[in-house]
């Protein structure tokens, strides 16, 4: 019995049949057919029943195959073992594209990781490579997807590479076609396998080129483009910047067109183990591009499924919208009136703020969360962001993030130019945080002080930090020069039977409270950040870095909306009623959504706090692969394309992506519009009943969990 039998057992169980999984392991139906029936003979007794169509594996194939993941995951393990100590030396080959791209960042990795490792390298095109793979030349090569896998061969994909219309910057013209029929065309060289694609594509589009001139290599060709000499058709590579300055990216038809790109090599290859290193390096460099590309593209992924969903909508398309956490009840009377009388303030006002607001800020904070701050201590920011920059701008050293974290901790760490240190939230006592992994994270910080971000009720879980755990890890930091970043946006929001604590209230001098108006009074548009800074030396050097960046870029928050907030932070006992009722309602909102979920058999952790919940798939985690969704990103995708629900993954938030952990966010649903918000505050001031304001009032959230059902029977 080989282990490649048993991994072929597993994947046709596991992707539901033949056809599915010779797409999976990279071989053709018969290699799979052939090692199944070699299997059956030596165990002696038939694994399918082949008079059904599909064949469908009997209850010893099934038994079996559990008892393979097992013996699968060990070899898995020791692998992992052996590769940490490679040597030897690897003959592979590549194509002319990938030898500047993602293959020179791959062997810098494989020798830093494997420095007694040799690696040559042959530059060639994907069916000469292939062929010397076969003759036994090569142990391996990045080639394109082959037409047919060749008998013996073994295919792993890494990459997919759409394929686009390159422009010079400046260029008229709107459409692929005009574009493509009007201009000079530079061709990538016509023999190779991207050139023969593009030639496909224009015979099946019938569009007819005229054809300047032939360049043999893709920067070759981007250059010419960006030199304003043609238009060209090239792979959109998973570098950064893969196109120079002066190039126009130009969508190419209704469906994209696109190249896979993977290692090949022969089933029984004695250097498939380092093959294997190799494929994982290349699989996560990918990744890391993808993250990058998305953080240089568009900074927030919560404002990013915000608008796609915005999109959809305008198209007239239905999406349960639980991707963005966005407050939706109405602006309180007093507030509107409050900036209605403030709208001819058209000065500029003090960088930090005006003084009045600063001391009204400071006395709200003394009266609802026992701090002890002065008006000097208080900055004012266009929104928590922005004064979040501020501070990592103005302190020393490292970011520490518990994950998941908020979306946007790591871009702004990146923009600050911080090195950041991740540790796990502790899973099973409900996200706290675990000295021990903290301890081993300030371990692997540079010397000196750090800083770390805590958000407290947390985003994504919707979890709290007791107090009991507040206080010892506001204790160790302020033992282990490390400054706490308290994120307590949410902190007016904690639900009945749980109580919220600032590190602050332990370590005043280490500790920098975050907040603002944004989640409690559904004021996200108006942008008013609050920060309290340690009344010391400390808190007079980010006040200092404050107005270097605040004068810099935004100068102040609008003196119209500094002196509406006025009214918000005023002991008024009908703004603190309304902030209640909000309170309520979201916590209602957010916990029907708990309960339904884990009424599904979804594990989900109780939220306590905000408006979100946090729960993981991965109990179906092979009926999920089956389906080809190998990570949280896939499950997201799905959702959206196949049951109209929009969530993100929980790798957005820096957590695992085979976790399968997906943020779901209450506060939008059934509150779609302005109007759809007010009529939720009518009807919860008319009668407060949970059950009836849930019933009677909630439609669509009603409806999604009917949807969410329908996913979850589909994996059972």
């Not at 008319?686 to 409806?703: G, L, T």
């Amino acid at each position: 019995m080989e282990i490649r039998q048993l991994e072929t057992l597993v994947a046709i169980i596991n992707h539901g049949g033949f056809t599915a999984a010779s797409e999976s392991l990279g071989l053709t139906q018969s290699a799979v057919s052939l090692q199944i029936k070699a299997l059956e003979e030596e165990l002696g007794l038939p694994l399918f029943d082949r008079f059904t169509r599909p064949p469908t594996p009997t209850q010893r194939a099934r038994e079996l195959a559990n008892q393979a993941r097992e013996i699968l995951r060990m070899c898995s393990d020791l692998n992992q073992n052996v590769a940490s100590h490679i040597t030897g030396g690897l003959d592979m080959g590549a194509i002319p594209t990938i030898l500047t791209g993602l293959l020179p960042e791959a062997l810098v990795v494989m020798k830093e990781t494997q420095p007694k490792l040799r690696i040559n390298v042959t530059s060639g095109f994907s069916e000469e490579l292939i062929m010397q793979v076969d003759h036994g030349i090569l142990s391996a090569a990045i080639v394109n997807e082959p037409t047919q896998l060749p008998p013996g061969m073994s295919w792993h994909p890494f990459v997919h590479e759409h394929l686009v219309l390159i422009v010079p910057e400046g260029t008229k013209g709107n459409t692929d076609r005009e574009l493509l029929e009007t201009m000079p065309y530079i061709r990538f060289q016509r023999t190779s396998w991207e050139g023969r694609l593009i030639d496909e594509l224009f015979k099946n589009r019938n569009i007819t080129v005229n054809t300047t001139m032939v360049v043999d290599s893709l920067e070759g060709v981007s250059q010419m483009v960006a030199h304003g000499l043609g238009v060209s058709v090239v792979p959109h590579r998973d570098i950064q910047n893969p196109f120079p300055t002066g190039v126009r990216i130009v969508p190419l038809g209704k469906k994209p067109v696109k190249r896979i790109i993977g290692l090949i090599e022969k089933i029984e290859n004695p250097k498939s183990h380092i093959v294997k290193n190799m494929h994982q390096v290349l699989v996560d460099l990918v990744k890391k591009h993808s993250k990058e590309k998305n953080f240089m593209q568009y900074g927030s992924a919560t404002l990013v499924i915000n608008e796609k969903v915005q999109s959809l909508w305008e198209s007239g398309k239905n999406v349960f919208h639980l991707g963005f956490g966005e407050s939706r009840f109405p602006v309180h009377p007093n507030m509107i009136n409050a900036l209605a009388e403030n709208g001819h303030r058209h000065s500029y006002v003090s960088l930090q703020g005006i003084p009045e607001l600063r001391n009204r800020v400071a006395n709200f904070y003394n009266t609802h969360f026992d701090l002890d701050a002065n008006a000097d201590q208080i900055i004012l920011g266009v929104g928590s962001k922005s004064l979040l920059y501020a501070v990592m701008h103005s302190l020393p050293g490292d970011v520490i993030l518990p994950t998941p974290a908020w979306v946007s901790y790591n871009d702004q760490a990146q923009l600050a130019g911080r090195r950041v240190v991740t540790f796990p939230l502790d899973y099973d006592s409900g996200y706290q945080v675990s000295l021990d992994a903290l301890d081993q994270a300030r371990k692997r910080t540079s010397p000196g002080p750090c800083m770390i971000v805590l958000t407290n009720p947390n985003n994504p879980t919707g979890t709290i930090l007791s107090n009991e755990n507040i206080e010892e890890v506001a204790t160790y930091c302020q033992k282990n020069e490390i400054y706490i970043l308290s994120d307590e946006i949410y902190s007016l929001l904690t639900y009945d039977n749980f109580s919220h604590a600032s590190p602050a209230t332990y370590n005043p001098n280490g500790t920098v409270v975050l907040g603002g108006l944004s989640k409690i009074l559904s004021l996200g548009g108006w942008r008013i950040g609050v920060a309290i800074v340690p009344n010391n030396q400390l808190g007079g050097k980010i006040i200092d870095g404050f107005r270097h960046v605040a004068g810099s870029i935004w100068s102040c928050v609008p003196a119209p909306m500094q002196y509406a907030a006025l009214t918000a932070y005023e002991e008024n006992e009908e703004i603190a009623g309304f902030m209640g009722m909000c309170r309520q309602m979201h916590q209602i909102r957010t916990q029907y959504l708990h309960n339904q979920i884990t009424s599904l058999g979804i594990p989900c952790h109780n939220p306590q706090g905000g408006f979100y919940v946090y729960p993981n798939f991965k109990p179906w985690e092979d009926a999920l692969r089956s389906k080809g969704i190998n990570n949280d990103q896939d499950l997201c995708v799905h959702l959206l394309d196949h049951y109209e629900i929009a969530t993100l993954s929980g790798s957005e938030f820096l957590d695992e992506s085979t976790h399968f952990s997906l943020r779901l966010a209450s506060s939008y649903i059934d509150a779609e519009d302005d109007a759809a918000g007010k009529r939720l505050l009518s009807a919860f001031s008319e009668d407060d009943d949970p059950e009836r304001f849930i019933q009677n009032h909630h439609p669509r959230m009603q409806a999604m969990i009917e949807r969410m059902g329908e996913f979850i029977a589909s994996l059972n």
